[in-house]
Every structure is written in C-alpha cells, then in structure tokens.
C-alpha cells in the first residue's frame, strides 16, 4: 500500500510543468481623491514611462496594474498548482533602503495599456499576497495561484499598491524582468 502510494505520488510529481511567463503589459495610473467638479482633479494614465510608482497617498495614490498571458498549454485553469510572481528590485531613488508594503490584487476584467485610467481600469479583487520590504533588496517571491487560477481570457492582471511608502519598480518599456512562473500538473 505505501509504495504504490511512493509510486504515484512521484509519477504527480513527475508530470509538473513549469512555464516562465514575461509580462505582456503594464500601466502606471495616478488619481486623487480631490474633486474637481463631479471628477477627481488627477485621473491619469502614465503610459510609456521607464517605471511606474505605487503609493497610496493621503491625497494622491498611484497605482501599477501588469498583465500576463497564460501559457497556451494551459486551457482548464484547475491544473495549476502553484503560481509566483517574480518582481525585479525596485528602482531606488533614494538608495538608501526605503520601506513599503505592497499589496496585489486580481483584476476582474482586462485593459487597454495606453489608454485605462483609475476611472477605466477593472475593479480589483481582494488582495491575494502582502509583504513589506526596502527598496534596496530584491523583493521575495509572491505566491499569486488564486489569481492565476481565476485568469480571465488565458490572461492574469494584477493589481501593486503600496502601503507607507512609495516604489518603483521598470516597467515592460523600461526592460522589467518581471515573470510570472506557472506549475501545472
């Protein structure tokens, strides 16, 4: 009984499939809880930047969403079993290690890169990871399967805040070594 359960738990193991997704798109949007009339005063679309900033503001908030495509081979969202984002260091403006904590978040729906605005963008879900770090260090590996196994259309969007302090992390256009390594059984 326990070598053919050794047996088959190795066969599991054996048939894993590890693919390495690159972003495919990214938008840096700014926004403000002032209003200017009935809009908020700054609504904005960062498009085409070198990097794009997370922080969320007493007064003015800006915020990362970035896409990838699920791997073709993938088609029944159930066979991932693990699913990380990798983020590359953030780029420093200080260089003297400053702090933050950033939340991801699911997308609920997909976007137009150049064209989305805070106003535009879909709603995000609950947050799936959180961690703090300085923006000296390379930030840890960030365990996102629930968001990839509710990939819309083959595509995962999340969604970088950041909590007390601001980072900026390249973008596609600025060389982001950003990945995104699915498992699948």
Known sequence: MK??????TFAAAAAATNYMM???KDAGLVFTN????TTPCIDTNLSNQPTYTAFLGNRDFRRILMSYAMPSEVTDMSTIQSC???LPQ??????TGSFYSLSIS?????????TVTPRTAPPAGPSVAQFSS???LMPPSIDVTDACKAAIGGNVGLMLD????PVTFPTKLGGSTAQLMVTTM
């Open 3 to 8: 070598l053919s359960f050794a047996i088959s």
């Open 22 to 24: 690159p972003i495919t």
């Open 34 to 37: 002032m209003m200017c009339g």
């Open 84 to 86: 990380t984002l990798m």
């Open 90 to 95: 953030p780029v420093s403006s200080t260089g």
């Open 106 to 114: 699911p997308l609920t729906g997909d976007y137009d890169a150049s």
């Open 134 to 136: 300085t923006d000296n």
């Open 162 to 165: 950041s909590y007390g302090g």
